[in-house]
């Protein structure tokens, strides 16, 4: 049996906060961000309010997330790191952050290769 549809505003309100959340955003932040209102905004969070495309893809925008991250069944990342620091810090603390971020993923890449 099909899940109510209420059930998936939820989900979707749950994935715009915790990505408004990783970027810093208040609600407030996010409505200037997307031209919606913070009341908009906090009914989206909490399940209450449809969220038409173009919504979805400014709030996606806004918190540098793919727009099927908030989708139900869409993939979990949310935050591209190094796109929010060069943003966010200076040149230097940027490159540091970069630098760090491809050695993660260098490191699980390689330890994915040898679980295989």
Do not use: C
Request: charged fraction near 25%; aromatic fraction near 2%.
């Amino acid at each position: 049996m099909p899940e109510p549809a209420g059930g998936f505003y939820a989900e979707v309100g749950t994935r715009v906060r915790d990505a408004r959340k990783a970027v810093g955003l208040t609600q407030a932040g996010l409505a200037d961000a997307t031209s919606l209102t913070r009341a908009s905004v906090a009914n989206i969070e909490a399940g209450r309010q449809k969220l038409l495309v173009h919504n979805l893809v400014s709030i996606a925008r806004a918190t540098h997330t793919e727009p099927q991250a908030l989708l139900p069944g869409g993939p979990p990342e949310r935050v591209d790191a190094a796109l929010l620091a060069r943003r966010e810090l200076g040149a230097s603390q940027a490159d540091w952050v970069s630098a760090i971020l491809e050695q993660a993923s260098e490191r699980d890449r390689t330890s994915g290769r040898r679980k295989s």
